[in-house]
């Protein structure tokens, strides 16, 4: 289960923000390292409205926390993408409009190879196949 510190480290490394030690927490980045639970929040929950998991929501409040009901190849491979984007929407916006670009494609393409439900259909139209029905 990745955290929401390996999603901010991804997006550091996509932004080239890492330090000359390659730690992404250094004095450069403290602003979106404090921007990043709340943006990560709102990427938890489009995840979870697009999966239909529309309950037990459990917000971050840290670096720390762990993300959740998030696979950890949406966590490292799709939402980085996002925080990135977010995080250089007022500093960088060609930046910022690529990364968000590459991050619509990749949760579509992760969402459509996402299997469907089976399950039984329900006839709501009551006899149409059989030709009983009024006319119109």
Known sequence: MKTVHDVFEAAMGLMDELDGEGNAENRDTAEFGLRTPGIVNSLISEFLILSGNRGGFVPTEG?????????????????HYGLAANLLVDEDPSAASFYEQRYEELRNLY???CGGENGEVLDLYGGIEFGKFGRW
């Open 111 to 113: 969402f459509a190879r």
């Open 63 to 79: 670096m720390e926390d762990y993300l959740l009901k998030i696979p950890d190849v949406y966590a490292l491979g799709v939402m």
